[in-house]
């Protein structure tokens, strides 16, 4: 058995240089890689292009990059939340490229499975469609996507063992489980580190074999991106 654990977050983080490509995995601010996060901004590394669901909010999760201007391209699905990023966009000092869901989720998962271009529907007919190229089947237009090149994909599970298996527990699971192997280098950060035999081969989401690096997180806030309650 090879052990992908290491100590730290900052060990995880071997190698991360100016200049490249990240996934975060995550959905709103549920599952997002937290500790690997902060220890990006600890680094001060900048010039970033980061693919993302979503940016963060002010403050807290990709919002922090953001905010000490390491990112100079944000690659995502849903910005709503950040008034930070709104102002960026609008000033011309981030480049934005946004992109239906699904397609995003699909270009990692592409990725992921070493395929390099997909054929899909999703966008046909926007601004999405610029400069793609076009094709008809049954009748129907569908746009050439191509996966994603990343350097670094940046996953946060539930547990995980010692050989990089994972396990992920409700919306966590979002974009964490296709990012895991799609990029040149998996870090996973998990809440719960356990010896390899605990987990039950039948629960495991990602198996070890997409997963370059893992270590236990320190801390995890968790924080809720928007809090609602029924009306009284």
Sequence with gaps: MISKKVNTAKEALEGVTNGMTFMFGGFGLSGIPENSIQELVNSNVNNLTCISNNAGIDNFGLGLLLQNNQIKKMISSYVGENKLFE?????????????????????????????????????????????????????????????????????????????????????????????????????????????????????????????????????FEKRIENKTVRPR
Aim: net charge negative; aromatic share 10%; with cysteine.
């Design 87 to 219: 102002q960026k966009l609008l000033s011309g000092e981030l480049e934005v490229e946004l992109i239906p869901q699904g397609t995003l989720a699909e270009r990692c998962r592409s990725a992921q499975a070493g395929i390099p271009a997909f054929y899909t529907p999703a966008g046909y007919g926007t601004e999405v469609a610029i400069g793609k190229d076009v094709r008809e089947f049954n009748g129907k237009k569908y746009l050439l996507e191509e996966a994603f090149k990343a350097d670094f994909a940046f996953v946060k599970a539930w547990r995980g063992d010692e050989a990089g298996n994972l396990v992920f527990r409700g919306s966590a699971r979002n974009f964490n489980s296709c990012m895991a192997g799609a990029a040149k280098i998996t870090v996973a950060e998990v809440e719960e580190l356990v010896p390899v035999g605990f987990l039950d081969p039948n629960e495991i989401h990602i198996p070890g074999v997409f997963v370059k690096r893992i270590y236990q997180g320190e801390k």
